[in-house]
């Protein structure tokens, strides 16, 4: 999943169409990043891998009970948190104000 979260933010930076070949069990998919990435902001797609490490590696799927889908789309909607999770992920460390806001 990490990967998946990181092609999408750097896409920007790969100049050739980008697929993810994902399977679970006997389901295989490929999922167009190029078309995905379009779809998102530069600074939701960076906050989205923040989001990803704060709820988690990529064996955990879900946070305090709420499952990562429900926080992606909380971040979608919500454009503090993107601010917050996007500039989170270009630091050292996380201010006290930041770790409030998360
Ligand atoms: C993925 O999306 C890009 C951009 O829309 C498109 O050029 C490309 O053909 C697509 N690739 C596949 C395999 O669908």
Same mark, same amino acid.
């Given at each position: 999943?990490?990967?998946?979260? %990181?092609?999408?933010?750097?896409?920007?930076?790969?100049?050739?169409?980008?697929?993810?070949?994902t399977?679970?069990?006997?389901?295989r998919?490929?999922?167009?990043?190029?078309?995905?990435?379009?779809?998102?902001? =530069?600074?939701?797609?960076?906050?989205?891998?923040?989001? !990803?490490?704060?709820?988690?590696?990529?064996?955990?799927?879900?946070?305090?009970? =709420?499952?990562?889908?429900?926080?992606?789309?909380?971040?979608?909607?919500?454009?503090? !948190?993107?601010?917050?999770?996007?500039?989170?992920?270009? %630091?050292?460390?996380?201010?006290?104000?930041?770790?409030? %806001?998360?």
């Amino acid at each position: 999943m990490y990967i998946f979260f %990181l092609l999408l933010s750097f896409s920007d930076a790969i100049s050739k169409p980008l697929i993810f070949d994902t399977s679970s069990g006997n389901n295989r998919r490929q999922l167009n990043i190029t078309d995905l990435a379009a779809t998102m902001s =530069k600074q939701l797609r960076d906050a989205i891998i923040s989001l !990803h490490a704060f709820t988690g590696c990529d064996s955990t799927s879900c946070f305090a009970g =709420k499952d990562k889908l429900k926080a992606l789309k909380m971040l979608q909607g919500d454009q503090d !948190h993107q601010d917050t999770f996007s500039r989170i992920g270009t %630091l050292e460390t996380i201010s006290g104000q930041d770790m409030q %806001l998360i």
